[in-house]
């Protein structure tokens, strides 16, 4: 956990609550797409539904971006969760943008990436979620690929397991999130939405998500 939470990530944190974008269920844990069960669920993708929600994350993208990667030049969407933010942010920011699939199409010209890359701009990847990192940091190889340098990648949450900062090392990238696991349990107790001890079940998840719950 983070001993120091800024005021925009503990924001954000309150927002994701708020609209139940983040989920918390100790007692009843979620199945992830990977089989792992985890006491929390995570859809960012409701953001876009909700207008307030939406411009302060959309801002706190573009002051995240400015502060860690000012040279910026282009964003890059990780589909599908990153591609209406970051068109967002890109508009915003008045730069080109791109998006980036899991892998190329079947059909037609068989694009991974849609848009117009440009090489010669130093791209930044814009993500709705973190867990291990591998589809974003399968995104930010895609784009170096075409030439491109990536500065790095922002995400709206991330959980802080240790196998994402082993996936980015293994592009050369850092990254980034507006708001974080530390925060959001902050917030979660702040709230009444789960009580203080239950942080620590959290916190043992976190540390050994593949084999939670230990028996």
Not at 17 to 25: D, G, Q, T, Y
Not at 161 to 167: I, N, V, Y
Request: hydrophobic content about 40%; overall charge negative; some cysteine.
């Amino acid at each position: 956990m983070q001993t120091s939470i800024s005021e925009n990530e503990s924001q954000i944190a309150e927002y994701l609550l708020k609209i139940k974008a983040v989920r918390l269920s100790i007692n009843q844990p979620f199945t992830w797409s990977s089989g792992w069960k985890s006491p929390i669920y995570c859809d960012n993708r409701l953001i876009l539904s909700y207008p307030t929600v939406r411009q302060a994350v959309k801002m706190a993208f573009v002051e995240k971006i400015r502060e860690r990667f000012p040279e910026a030049g282009a964003i890059a969407g990780v589909a599908t969760g990153g591609i209406a933010l970051g068109a967002l942010v890109a508009d915003e920011m008045g730069l080109p943008f791109i998006y980036v699939r899991p892998t190329p199409k079947s059909h037609g010209l068989q694009n991974q990436i849609e848009g117009m890359v440009k090489p010669e701009l130093p791209y930044v990847v814009v993500e709705d979620l973190i867990s291990t990192g591998s589809s974003s940091a399968a995104a930010v190889v895609a784009v170096q690929e075409t030439g491109a340098t990536v500065l790095g990648t922002i995400a709206i949450f991330g959980y802080g397991f240790a196998e994402a900062h082993k996936t980015f090392g293994r592009t050369g990238t850092p990254f980034d999130t507006l708001t974080h696991l530390g925060a959001l349990l902050s917030k979660a107790t702040d709230m009444k939405y789960i009580r203080e001890e239950e942080m620590a079940t959290i916190f043992q998840w976190k540390d050994h998500p593949e084999s939670w719950p230990i028996q």
